[in-house]
């Protein structure tokens, strides 16, 4: 059964505190793995599509990087606004379905 | 920028009426997906849709739910006779053809049944 993990469950930074965001994933087959941000109440939105181990991508404050196993959201100096749910999902190379982790919920503290 | 909307933001519902929640994918996708997410839980896969036909469902997709794409531009998720464990946020999402993964996801419907 494909599953997705992620931790810490829960981080607060002071704002420009760089931290990273894990996301470890068991699936049959990877066919591209996903971050999205959750704000409250919100639809997920997407953030990155990482397809094979040792790819990376980056957009303003945010870096994803992808290995074998699991998956990094890496956050720089972050601000106020990065505070939301990030969302790690999972696509196997058999389906067409997401397998999403719980996601991190995180503050950045002015 | 093209997104995805659903209509209503909010519905509710008493326990065994049927619900109708609605979906405009972004207008030159072709894959079509239903998810929920029960309150404080992970983002659940309902059902995917391609070529006016069900491509894969999950065990929670059961006879009690059916979807539809009326036209050439909505998408629906049916909930026959809801229970009470079917209060949920319902998200829409669509994909395009081409070689991208990514699914673009609506804004939700909470549906809450009483």
């Known amino acids: 059964e494909d599953q997705v993990t992620q931790s810490p469950e829960a981080l607060r930074l002071q704002e420009g505190e760089s931290s990273s965001l894990n996301c470890s994933y068991t699936?049959?087959?990877?066919?591209?793995l996903f971050w999205y941000r959750q704000d409250p109440g919100k639809g997920p939105e997407f953030l990155f599509t990482l397809y094979s181990a040792g790819e990376e991508k980056e957009k303003e404050r945010l870096k994803a990087t992808l290995t074998k196993k699991e998956s990094f959201l890496h956050i720089t100096a972050p601000k106020p606004e990065d505070s939301a749910t990030y969302l790690c999902a999972v696509q196997a190379t058999w389906g067409q379905n997401f397998v999403f982790g719980p996601g991190t919920r995180l503050s950045v503290l002015p | 920028e093209p997104e995805v909307t659903q209509t209503p933001s909010h519905q509710v519902t008493q326990m065994g009426q049927e619900v109708i929640l609605r979906c405009v994918p972004i207008s030159n996708h072709l894959y079509f997906y239903w998810y929920r997410q029960i309150l404080g839980q992970k983002v659940e896969f309902l059902v995917s849709f391609y070529n006016n036909e069900i491509s894969e469902k999950s065990e929670i997709f059961d006879d009690q739910f059916s979807v539809e794409r009326p036209d050439g531009s909505n998408f629906t998720l049916k909930i026959r006779s809801t229970k009470l464990e079917d209060s949920a946020m319902y998200f829409c999402?669509?994909?395009?053809?081409?070689?991208?993964?990514?699914?673009?996801f609506g804004p939700g419907t909470r549906l809450t049944v009483l």
């Open positions: 699936v049959s087959g990877l066919r591209g």
């Open positions: 999402a669509s994909k395009n053809q081409g070689a991208d993964l990514e699914q673009f």
